[in-house]
């Protein structure tokens, strides 16, 4: 599976953006997919789960109620929506694949199919 990540760009704090992850050479079915972030000279971090098995979705706490994670019907792409951001929501956002267990699944080492990444600028 090769994945594509957009929609990244310059936004002012308080303001949204979309970033979509799309897919090709197969589906997210049965994949676990997360959205991660690496912010200016920090490490890399899971921001959203969506987990195949059931539909669960998860969120690192400075996320949740701004950030959605959601996919397409025909499982081709996976989008992460963002509101409310933030100057430190800055980062290269990177959506990835894998099948972590749930205890692993902020772990960007159980992913083994990522894209190539997307700068998100919040200005405040």
């Known amino acids: 599976v090769q994945l594509q990540a957009s929609g990244g760009g310059l936004v002012q704090a308080g303001g949204s953006l979309r970033l979509a992850c799309a897919a090709s050479g197969g589906t997210f079915t049965s994949y676990t997919v997360g959205w991660f972030r690496q912010p200016p000279g920090k490490e890399r971090e899971g921001v959203a789960v969506?987990?195949?098995?059931?539909?669960?979705?998860y969120y690192r706490d400075s996320v949740k109620g701004r950030f959605t994670i959601s996919r397409d019907n025909a499982q081709t792409t996976m989008y992460l929506q963002m509101d409310n951001l933030k100057p430190e929501d800055t980062a290269v956002y990177y959506c990835a694949v894998g099948r972590p267990a749930l205890s692993a699944m902020w772990s960007d080492k159980m992913y083994y199919y990522w894209g190539q990444g997307t700068l998100v600028t919040v200005s405040s």
């Open positions: 969506f987990r195949w098995s059931g539909g669960s979705t």
